[in-house]
């Protein structure tokens, strides 16, 4: 079978799961433009900003698609490749594209709150308080292990620093330029093909003007980055950049698909399904923690209730950013499957160990994209800026989650220092930013990091709880996202388990107990879902 095929056939079924399944799920959502969006609602120029679909669908897609869809993909190669093709597909289509656009909706009809607050109406305060500290500290712990990844980057590749740096600079420009001279003077479209060239100018310039800087420089400059983005009106920093940002993923995968079908290569890789591993475990449940990214990942329903939400136009650009964005991912990732399915399996299990699954991608597809006759070289370093741009946008993205996070779990408290926290942006960001700064000097989430794939999954088991609820209490069957959430629930409860036993018997006392916690607070945040429906069971049915 070529690649070639595959990349076909996958397209092919995404495409036509936008256009009939999404409608589907779009229409049970209830969503309709004669409602306004809360970006008009709540408009402040800050977070509440109404924005074309296409600037939202960039910023949205550029936040959730780090190097996640890349990694987790190739790893998961190891049980195979046809399970791990399956679940993206499968998984990207009745899993996430229903979890990212469900906590979207949900989110536009809360006043573009979180998934926190969205729990607080739907299952109680108890619930929103769980919740909100667990998500919390995963966005804190993400900060954290991403700083620490972009700044080895930049020390070991001062060109991507350099280069980096350009693309703030040309997001501030394309910021300040859309808000001030505004269309009528520049039409949008001229605008954007100004920035993207520039953009792909930059990268290039940035391979000429190396900037070296020390690990712990890196590491304060990134935070203070991370800091203005955080408190800065969104649509002059965040959203031109990760807008802009896009283009680069679009770019690279326009020219591996061209590329693809331009070598045609064969898949080398054998059909064979492996059910363990000797390192990853059983192929049920790690398959389904390892490829979130791409099927379905808990931090979507944070982005999507976070900052997309706020930005939203109208209730019908939901479904291309939240819908569409996510099949998008899905793409993403039988790409990254691509790019390692023309070795062979001893060769892919080798070069997974020596040189690990950001590498294998950069060097796969740099070789694919050369055969359209860019130098191989600079194909190669392409791939791998873009992966680096990708880490720096999730780095931003999650510094406004964790704001917007540490304001709505104080918001309804009534001492003066709570309502500070709730509504000052840079007080609540300069905790998050120190908080950070002191989980780095401690060096835990290097302890932390291996259960992160799971509490990620836990989130998306949590996030589809409380759209089920949601739905159930407006009286509209929720079968679409009730299947899906069962099954994420015992993925993530079984994996769960496994990794508290097996941290316990190596004595890994830590790990293992935060896996327990994390394993109560599921069963938690259940039972006090169906006592909230058991409540509003005796209580007339709400309109939508």
């Not at 954290?144 to 420009?173: E, H, M, R, W, Y």
């Not at 203005?228 to 326009?254: F, I, K």
């Not at 917007?404 to 960001?429: G, H």
């Not at 300069?430 to 700064?437: A, C, K, N, R």
Request: some cysteine.
């Amino acid at each position: 079978m070529s690649l070639s095929l595959l990349l076909l056939i996958s397209a092919v079924i995404l495409i036509l799961a936008y256009r009939f399944y999404g409608r589907f799920v779009y229409n049970k959502f209830g969503l309709s433009d004669s409602r306004k969006a809360p970006s008009h609602t709540l408009r402040d120029g800050v977070d509440y900003e109404p924005s074309k679909p296409i600037v939202v669908l960039g910023h949205h897609f550029a936040s959730i698609a780090g190097a996640g869809p890349i990694v987790g993909p190739i790893i998961a190669v190891t049980f195979g490749w046809i399970p791990a093709v399956i679940w993206i597909l499968v998984g990207g289509i009745f899993f996430g594209a229903v979890h990212d656009l469900g906590s979207m909706a949900a989110s536009l009809r809360t006043e573009g709150k979180s998934i926190g607050v969205i729990i607080r109406n739907q299952i109680g305060p108890k619930g929103k308080q769980l919740f909100v500290l667990f998500s919390f500290s995963t966005l804190i712990l993400v900060i954290g292990v991403f700083s620490d990844i972009i700044a080895k980057t930049f020390v070991a590749n001062p060109g991507v620093a350099s280069a980096s740096i350009f693309f703030i600079g040309l997001a501030v420009a394309f910021g300040i330029v859309n808000r001030r001279v505004g269309q009528k003077t520049i039409p949008f479209l001229i605008l954007t093909v100004i920035g993207v060239v520039l953009m792909y100018y930059f990268v290039y310039l940035g391979t000429q003007l190396p900037f070296a800087l020390d690990y712990e420089v890196w590491i304060l400059l990134l935070l203070g980055y991370a800091f203005l983005a955080s408190v800065t009106p969104v649509s002059l920093l965040l959203q031109p950049r990760d807008y802009l940002n896009s283009y680069l993923l679009y770019g690279m995968m326009l020219a591996a698909v061209l590329g693809v079908f331009v070598a045609n290569p064969q898949i080398e890789m054998t059909q064979e399904i492996h059910t363990s591993d000797k390192n990853l475990g059983f192929l049920f449940p790690v398959l389904f923690v390892t490829i979130a990214c791409g099927a379905i990942s808990g931090f979507h329903s944070l982005v999507a209730s976070g900052t997309t939400s706020k930005q939203l136009d109208k209730e019908s650009d939901a479904k291309v950013v939240g819908f569409g964005g996510m099949l998008i991912e899905s793409f993403l990732a039988i790409i990254s499957v691509g790019a390692v399915v023309v070795l062979s399996r001893t060769e892919y299990v080798d070069r997974l160990g020596t040189e690990g699954p950001v590498s294998l991608f950069s060097t796969g597809l740099g070789g694919m994209i050369s055969t359209l006759g860019i130098p191989e070289q600079f194909a190669v370093g392409f791939v791998a800026l873009t992966v680096s741009a990708f880490a720096l946008t999730t780095l931003d993205t999650c510094t406004r989650l964790a704001r917007f996070t540490l304001q709505e779990y104080f918001e309804d408290m009534p001492q003066p220092a709570a309502k500070v926290l709730s509504k000052n942006r840079y007080v609540s960001t300069l905790i998050v930013v120190i908080l950070s700064v002191l989980l780095l000097l401690s060096g835990e989430f290097s302890t932390l990091w291996p259960i992160f794939g799971s509490a990620n999954q836990l989130l998306a088991a949590l996030a589809l709880l409380t759209i089920a609820v949601w739905l159930i209490k407006k009286n509209i069957p929720a079968t679409f996202v009730t299947i899906p959430m069962f099954f994420m629930f015992t993925v993530t409860l079984a994996s769960l388990g496994l990794f508290a036993w097996k941290n316990y018997q190596e004595k890994g006392y830590v790990l293992a107990v935060i896996a327990a916690l994390l394993f109560v607070l599921a069963i938690s945040l259940i039972f006090l879902a169906f006592k909230s429906l058991k409540a509003e069971a005796k209580e007339p049915a709400k309109v939508l």
